[in-house]
């Protein structure tokens, strides 16, 4: 069985930093398409990283890019999301999902390509 545990989230300053973590069990986050989205109340889940440790790709929506960054730690069986210059519109539930397979990036990290999902954690950026 599948199980993604996100952590890591809480309240921070604009132009602050966070690192959430995403433990993964049930199956090897460095050979599966891993990606982080964010939701706020009404409006869709947005994908905005995502990679794929064993093939080394990795991607970002234009919105992060530059700011936020992913990683995986193959021994951990745990991936990553670092954020930094944070502002105020990145306040949202961040969710870790494993995906089925790697597009042809850079298009949208559509929730349809990933399977699994964590319960997400609550990230506020507060002035």
């Known amino acids: 069985q599948v199980h993604l545990t996100e952590s890591g989230g809480g309240t921070v300053a604009v132009g602050g930093s966070a690192t959430l973590s995403c433990v993964v069990s049930g199956l090897n986050s460095h050979r599966t398409v891993m990606g982080w989205f964010r939701q706020v109340p009404g409006k869709q889940r947005e994908g905005i990283a995502a990679i794929y440790a064993a093939a080394e790709k990795i991607t970002y929506v234009d919105s992060v890019k530059g700011r936020f960054s992913v990683s995986s730690d193959a021994a951990e069986n745990t991936i990553y999301l670092q954020m930094a210059s944070l502002k105020s519109e990145d306040t949202a539930m961040y969710f870790c999902?494993?995906?089925?397979?790697?597009?042809?990036?850079?298009?949208?990290?559509?929730?349809?390509?990933?399977?699994?999902w964590g319960q997400g954690t609550q990230v506020t950026v507060s002035s």
């Open positions: 999902a494993a995906g089925k397979t790697w597009r042809e990036y850079p298009r949208r990290i559509d929730t349809d390509d990933f399977v699994h």
